[in-house]
């Protein structure tokens, strides 16, 4: 089932002698419960369409379509919904709530919509995350790689169509780092989540079952993991 159609997406920034194409005409699609990795250098546009694909930033042309929905065309009060509905997000730096517990902080996306959080699976969740004796715990009395573990916790929580994930271990330790991988993988088994990962670690984007490669703002290549 195609869970995610990129069709000839652009995006530009400037004019004239001062524009600058940070993606060209990219289109590619995904399956549910797929574990895509885009890799590519800095300046290749990777950011810029994480950005695009969770409805952050709007595109100078082109599709996406999530879930049969096209994002674009949602004006901004419907764009929001779908962020906070569809889309879970997990950054380099955690984005963590400082004054919220990590209980608190990985429900807020349900309690931002105004629904009820299913206790079973919250719990399944902070056990799985290995996060029983910290859900009290403040942002700043956790570990980097704890911290972490709060942030995929808060992006599965609403069981989204799209977990992204920008550099997830570019701020932890080589123990972390695996700890964390080892996590979305399982995520991504248990639950089916799909989830699409940008990163300049090749070694990193092994562990994905598919990668897609940019350069340039042009996909490049486009391959399954052997």
């Given at each position: 089932m195609e869970i995610l159609k990129v069709d000839n997406l652009t995006k530009t920034y400037g004019k004239g002698n001062t524009l600058v194409r940070a993606l060209d005409k990219v289109s590619f699609s995904v399956e549910k419960g797929e574990f895509v990795a885009i890799v590519?250098?800095?300046?290749?546009?990777?950011?810029?369409?994480?950005?695009?694909?969770?409805?952050?930033?709007?595109?100078?042309?082109?599709?996406?379509?999530?879930?049969?929905?096209?994002?674009?065309?949602?004006?901004?009060?419907?764009?929001?919904?779908?962020?906070?509905?569809?889309?879970?997000?997990?950054?380099?730096?955690?984005?963590?709530i400082p004054i919220l517990n990590v209980k608190e902080n990985m429900t807020l996306p349900i309690l931002l919509d105004n629904k009820e959080v299913d206790e079973v699976y919250l719990n399944e969740l902070i056990d799985i995350l290995d996060l029983k004796n910290r859900i009290t715990h403040l942002p700043n009395e956790l570990s980097g790689g704890q911290q972490q573990r709060v942030s995929i916790g808060r992006a599965l929580m609403n069981q989204p169509a799209l977990v992204l994930a920008d550099e997830p271990t570019g701020n932890l330790d080589s123990k972390a780092s695996n700890d964390i991988i080892e996590l979305l993988k399982l995520s991504n088994e248990k639950y089916n989540q799909t989830i699409i990962m940008i990163t300049h670690d090749l070694e990193l984007a092994s562990h994905a079952k598919r990668i897609i490669t940019l350069d340039d703002g042009r996909l490049v290549s486009d391959e399954m993991v052997k």
């Open positions: 590519g250098a800095s300046g290749s546009g990777k950011s810029t369409l994480l950005h695009l694909l969770g409805g952050v930033d709007r595109p100078t042309s082109g599709n996406i379509i999530v879930n049969g929905e096209n994002v674009y065309q949602l004006n901004e009060t419907n764009l929001a919904i779908f962020r906070r509905r569809q889309v879970g997000l997990i950054y380099q730096f955690y984005n963590l």
